[in-house]
């Protein structure tokens, strides 16, 4: 049980590159999260998921979008990176509120620089 | 002004110290409420759940007062172990709209 994964650990970017990071969860979690982490600002929601096939935007959603083809997996993208997308994002999982389901669990993060 | 708010930090205290972590909050319909903690380039992880009613678990006593939309955290007999960013997190209703705070940075010394 490894519960939440995220691809790749790191990267490094040139500004208007675009890639994809990838969130995996064992849980049969029905919701899932993207933040990202600044230093002094706390996480950020980017975009969230209630089910599989459906996405909604969080805080600061501009520049990312997502996708959730699969219950267990959320992707973030970034059509053309820039720097003011350095940061640390985290991927995070939870069960349905009716099931009480309020803890988030996390993926240990990839740390993104854009140059 | 931010919608949770913690102390800015950092705490340094000997380790045996006891230390509190203040918390407030800005939306009155928030309905959930939590301290996570996150050790250094690490993922946060939930500590404790806050109820209305206070809670402990061992050393760690969480308080909640609605009325004044403040959440507290205590530490007592402070370990090395507890050297951490503490989170202060708040939800409404569904749980989508998770706010969390900037964090207090911990350091328990020897």
């Known amino acids: 049980n490894a519960g939440v994964t995220q691809t790749p650990k790191f990267r490094v970017l040139k500004t208007g590159q675009s890639m994809t990071l990838l969130c995996a969860q064992d849980m049969n979690h029905e919701y899932m999260y993207w933040y990202r982490q600044d230093p002094g600002m706390g996480l950020r929601l980017i975009h969230y998921?209630?089910?599989?096939?459906?996405?909604a935007k969080g805080e600061v959603p501009d520049g990312y979008n997502v996708s959730r083809l699969k219950k267990q997996n959320f992707l973030l993208g970034l059509e053309s990176a820039a720097p003011s997308q350095t940061s640390v994002y985290f991927c995070?999982?939870?069960?349905?509120?009716?099931?009480?389901?309020?803890?988030?669990?996390f993926g240990p993060g990839t740390r993104l620089t854009v140059t | 002004r931010k919608e949770v708010e913690q102390d800015p930090g950092p705490f340094n205290v000997p380790e045996g110290a006891t230390v509190a972590f203040n918390c407030t909050y800005s939306n009155s319909a928030s309905q959930s409420f939590f301290w996570y903690r996150q050790d250094c380039r690490k993922e946060p992880k939930l500590l404790m759940s806050?109820?209305?009613s206070g809670n402990e678990d061992g050393r760690f006593t969480a308080q909640l007062n609605r009325a004044s939309q403040y959440i507290s955290l205590l530490i007592r007999d402070s370990k090395l172990s507890d050297s951490a960013t503490y989170l202060c997190v708040v939800s409404g209703a569904g749980g989508f709209k998770t706010i969390f705070g900037a964090g207090t940075r911990l350091f328990v010394k020897a």
């Open positions: 995070a999982s939870s069960d349905a509120v009716a099931r009480g389901g309020y803890e988030q669990y």
């Open positions: 806050v109820y209305s």
């Open positions: 998921s209630v089910g599989e096939g459906t996405t």
